[in-house]
């Protein structure tokens, strides 16, 4: 079965930038997607189709997808980006979530 | 704009069946392709499965066995049925909206409910 990666916890200080990946096999031949999701919430869609952002999301999330890795992008990170992030990818009609990463903003 | 509510029992014992109902506002459900995604406490999201109005549907092969997705246009809900629960099958359901098709985004989700499974 398919499988993406991520790492399980990111730091970034306030202001800076914050990287997340996700990896999995060719992963960049198929579209990725991110998903935010603050304690106690649920999931909000933040990227989609690798790169395009849905209306609401701040312009500093971006996203890029090439090879094996897909990478989640916050510019300027703010206090209220701290979440959990998760990439998604479709495989076979079948919705693979990775298993998360812990973004916390020092 | 969309809206999904998850409404079931909160408590299921172990060897029974867990059902919720997920229901749809803002939006016709016969659509979009509708989802049930689950969250064990403190872990990350799993898929569980997906349908379409047709009858189209597909599960997570983990649990293909025991479970079944249907839809009813006639009252724009959908359900999740999962046959002889344990444990491990605690978690928040989510239902969501899968938006664009068959490898669409997921756009929209509910609010989630904690489903406990418990004697």
């Known amino acids: 079965s398919y499988e993406l990666t991520q790492p399980p916890s990111v730091s970034v200080s306030p202001g800076q930038t914050a990287s997340i990946t996700c990896s999995g096999d060719?992963?960049?031949?198929?579209?990725a997607y991110w998903y935010q999701q603050r304690a106690g919430q649920s999931p909000v869609l933040a990227i989609y189709?690798?790169?395009k952002r849905p209306s609401g999301i701040p312009e500093r999330f971006s996203g890029s997808n090439s090879g094996n890795t897909a990478t989640l992008t916050i510019s300027g990170t703010q206090a209220m980006d701290e979440a959990d992030y998760y990439c998604q990818a479709w495989d076979n009609s079948l919705v693979v979530f990775g298993g998360g990463t812990k973004l916390t903003v020092l | 704009q969309v809206q999904l509510q998850e409404s079931g029992p909160g408590l299921v014992k172990p060897a029974e069946t867990l059902s919720l109902t997920c229901t749809v506002s803002?939006?016709?459900?016969?659509?979009?392709?509708w989802s049930w995604i689950r969250q064990p406490p403190g872990k990350g999201l799993e898929w569980v499965g997906y349908s379409y109005y047709r009858g189209s549907t597909n599960y997570n092969p983990s649990l293909q066995s025991r479970v079944a997705i249907s839809i009813d246009t006639s009252k724009n809900q959908y359900s999740l049925k999962l046959t002889s629960v344990i444990a491990a099958d605690t978690a928040i359901y989510y239902c969501?909206?899968?938006?664009?098709?068959?490898?669409?985004?997921?756009?929209?989700w509910g609010q989630g409910t904690l489903v406990t499974v418990s004697s």
């Open positions: 969501a909206r899968v938006y664009g098709g068959i490898s669409g985004r997921i756009d929209s």
């Open positions: 060719k992963l960049g031949g198929k579209s």
């Open positions: 189709q690798d790169n």
């Open positions: 803002g939006v016709s459900i016969s659509s979009y392709y």
